[in-house]
């Protein structure tokens, strides 16, 4: 499937290295926490995906204007998880968008 090889780099890359998973990559969220990058992954790559050309602070602001608002912790600006920098989005912010463009430019 088209998305599974972005999942499986994803993981490989961002979530084996995550402060809340295991040496293996297995997270280690309970029910009452959620993971941005597996919530919103459909969002993600469609917003990775359709800003090939564009620098990554423009990425990361549109990331966080259509992320953000629809994050069940808060809104941008009262963020609690990004502000203790527990949100798995916005901490792996550079490593999540690289790997979604390697695996396109067929480098992953």
Do not use: W
């Not at 629809?70 to 998880?81: F, H, I, P, T, V």
């Amino acid at each position: 499937k088209f998305m599974d090889k972005y999942l499986k780099a994803l993981k490989q890359n961002v979530c084996t290295i995550c402060v809340d998973s295991t040496e293996k990559g297995a997270c280690t969220l309970d029910k009452s926490e959620s993971c941005a990058l597996e919530l919103f992954y459909p969002q993600i790559m469609e917003i990775v995906l359709g800003s090939k050309d564009e620098e990554i602070s423009i990425i990361h602001t549109k990331l966080r204007a259509t992320i953000c608002s629809n994050c069940r912790d808060g809104a941008e600006e009262s963020c609690y998880l990004r502000k203790d920098a527990n949100c798995s989005l916005d901490r792996y912010f550079p490593l999540i968008v690289e790997t979604i463009q390697r695996v396109e430019s067929g480098k992953l």
